[in-house]
């Protein structure tokens, strides 16, 4: 193609101005023609470039293999891996580099084995996780916030993923398990009217792998209450999408914008917060209805 015409200006095209518009070196188009007539079987073989190394890689492969055995007869370990396979290397005067050692490794099923992910379904979040009714399942997080009085405060929050209401928010000085529960448990008694054995069945909450989430203490308790614990998968915080838009919103509309004097002055705001949030705040995915309006359309009884 370098040879034909432009139907414009009658001049060919010309290697250099082929090769840039097909992304490809003019080195690769001379190689080419050079060997063009030459069947590919017979063609030479590419050498690695730069000087030739010390050692072979056949060579290479027999020494890791005796070390590996002698390693295996003399102390019991299986399985060294290339680091250390590269040091024992070293210390019997053959110098490779780690990504050789690897390689050669590699190429000859000689790395350590290594433990397999079991499969658990789906590894990201690929669906959705809006319910149908309020009091379904409930999302929650946590985040910190400094005071003038205090230092860090712990804010705990619990949302409804079918109305995005705040249904319980609680802040502490210390984030432990048993904070962590208090906007549940207070969620709880408001929707369900008690905090007795299975007085939540029916009901999941959704949370991430936190220390406070995964604890024995607030696991426990879940169980007690009938509601079953729905951790969010590792590193995909938007299967906890709807508690963490909500954290968002809170530091957008008050954590981020005044200060506080300790954590009586914190909670005042976050009570006050939250009782604005359900009357005011508009959602867009319920046509724009406040999360009070969305759970008095879906149970008339609230209204």
Same mark, same amino acid.
């Given at each position: 193609?370098? +040879?034909? %015409?432009?139907? *414009?200006?009658?001049?060919?095209?010309?290697?250099?101005?082929?090769?840039?518009? !097909?992304?490809?070196?003019?080195?690769?188009?001379?190689?080419w023609?050079?060997n063009?007539?030459?069947?590919?079987?017979?063609?030479?073989k590419? *050498?690695?470039?730069?000087?030739a190394?010390?050692?072979?890689?056949? /060579?290479? /492969?027999?020494?890791?293999?005796?070390?590996?055995?002698?390693? /295996?007869?003399?102390?019991?370990? +299986?399985?060294?891996?290339?680091?250390?396979?590269? =040091?024992?290397?070293?210390?019997?005067?053959?110098?490779?580099?780690?990504?050789?050692? %690897?390689?050669?490794? $590699?190429?000859?099923?000689?790395?350590?084995p290594?433990?397999?992910?079991?499969?658990?379904?789906?590894?990201?979040?690929d669906? +959705?996780?809006i319910?149908?009714?309020?009091?379904?399942? !409930?999302? &929650?997080?946590?985040? &910190?916030?400094?005071?003038?009085?205090?230092?860090?405060?712990?804010? =705990?929050?619990?949302?409804?993923?079918? &109305?995005? /209401?705040?249904?319980?928010?609680?802040?502490?000085? $210390?984030?432990?398990?048993f904070?962590?529960?208090?906007?549940?448990?207070?969620?709880?008694?408001?929707? =369900?009217?008690?905090?007795?054995?299975?007085?939540?069945?029916?009901? #999941?909450?959704?949370?991430?792998?936190?220390?406070?989430?995964?604890?024995?203490h607030?696991? #426990?308790?879940?169980?007690?209450?009938?509601?079953? *614990?729905?951790? #969010? =998968?590792?590193?995909?915080?938007?299967?906890?999408?709807?508690?963490?838009?909500?954290?968002?919103?809170?530091?957008?509309? %008050?954590?981020?914008?005044? &200060?506080?004097?300790?954590?009586?002055?914190?909670?005042?705001?976050?009570? %006050?917060?939250?009782q604005?949030?359900?009357?005011? !705040?508009?959602?867009?995915?319920?046509?724009?209805?406040?999360?009070?309006?969305?759970?008095?359309?879906?149970?008339?009884?609230?209204?």
């Open positions: 193609m370098s +040879t034909t %015409l432009s139907t *414009s200006s009658g001049i060919a095209y010309g290697v250099a101005r082929v090769c840039r518009v !097909w992304g490809i070196p003019r080195s690769s188009y001379y190689d023609l050079k063009e007539s030459i069947p590919f079987e017979e063609r030479p590419r *050498s690695r470039p730069g000087p190394p010390a050692v072979s890689d056949e /060579e290479l /492969e027999s020494c890791i293999r005796d070390i590996l055995e002698r390693i /295996e007869e003399d102390a019991g370990i +299986t399985g060294e891996g290339h680091r250390k396979v590269r =040091f024992r290397l070293r210390q019997i005067g053959i110098h490779v580099s780690k990504e050789r050692a %690897l390689r050669v490794m $590699r190429e000859n099923g000689l790395l350590a290594t433990r397999t992910a079991r499969a658990r379904g789906p590894r990201v979040h669906g +959705t996780i319910t149908n009714l309020p009091d379904e399942m !409930w999302g &929650t997080d946590a985040t &910190t916030i400094g005071t003038a009085q205090d230092g860090n405060i712990w804010v =705990f929050a619990a949302t409804d993923h079918c &109305t995005g /209401e705040c249904v319980g928010i609680h802040c502490a000085i $210390r984030g432990t398990r904070e962590a529960l208090v906007p549940i448990q207070e969620a709880i008694l408001a929707r =369900f009217g008690s905090v007795q054995t299975g007085a939540a069945v029916g009901l #999941s909450v959704r949370h991430d792998h936190g220390t406070q989430y995964m604890s024995k607030f696991q #426990s308790e879940l169980r007690f209450l009938g509601v079953e *614990s729905s951790p #969010s =998968f590792v590193r995909q915080p938007q299967g906890n999408g709807v508690a963490e838009r909500f954290f968002k919103t809170l530091k957008e509309q %008050l954590l981020h914008v005044r &200060t506080f004097d300790g954590v009586d002055d914190l909670y005042e705001a976050l009570k %006050l917060f939250q604005r949030y359900n009357d005011a !705040w508009l959602v867009a995915k319920h046509k724009y209805k406040t999360p009070n309006q969305v759970r008095a359309s879906l149970t008339p009884e609230a209204a």
